[in-house]
Nanobody, 114 residues
Framework: QVQLVESGGGLVQPGGSLRLSCAAS???????MGWYRQAPGKQRDLVAT???????NYGDSVKGRFTISRDSANNTVYLEMNSLKPEDTALYYC?????????WGQGTQVTVSS
């Protein structure tokens, strides 16, 4: 099994920045890692993913503001979140897409409010 642990969430004012981290408990052969988010009463949506080869994909609402990156040696994926908006408020989940199943972190709360 793989455990994913997110960190970096918190309260930030509109226009501010946060950096989320997701660390996997062990090395893992994967297709992609990424971030999804879910606000109360809404579905879980794609934020960003990065493949093993380094290709990235972003949800339309975060393009140009968020950047996903990874540190393969430390089994860690990052999400740099800039120009945050209130509508970015959500529980952010780290995801690892493996060959047999998907793994999910417990979620980290991001709240954007003045």
């Amino acid at each position: 099994q793989v455990q994913l642990v997110e960190s970096g969430g918190g309260l930030v004012q509109p226009g501010g920045s946060l950096r989320l981290s997701c660390a996997a408990s062990r090395m893992f052969s994967f297709y992609a890692m990424g971030w999804y988010r879910q606000a109360p009463g809404k579905q879980r949506d794609l934020v960003a993913t990065i493949t093993r080869a380094g290709s990235t994909n972003y949800g339309d609402s975060v393009k140009g503001r968020f950047t996903i990156s990874r540190d393969s040696a430390n089994n860690t994926v990052y999400l740099e979140m800039n120009s945050l908006k209130p509508e970015d408020t959500a529980l952010y989940y780290c995801n690892l897409q493996g060959g047999l199943r998907n793994y999910w972190g417990q979620g980290t709360q991001v709240t954007v409010s003045s």
